[in-house]
């Protein structure tokens, strides 16, 4: 049981990484396609 926690904790933080460089991955194309505008 003691495992299976820490494999979930795990995925948890896998998936908020991946989120995060999601975010990071759209604000910087949003300000790349601002950028073009001006």
């Not at 998936?15 to 001006?38: F, P, V, Y």
Request: without cysteine; aromatic residues 2%; proline residues 0%.
């Amino acid at each position: 049981m003691k495992n299976r926690g820490h494999l979930n904790y795990s995925i948890k933080r896998t998936n908020i990484l991946r989120k995060d460089k999601l975010l990071t991955h759209k604000s910087k194309m949003i300000s790349s396609l601002s950028r073009k505008r001006n």
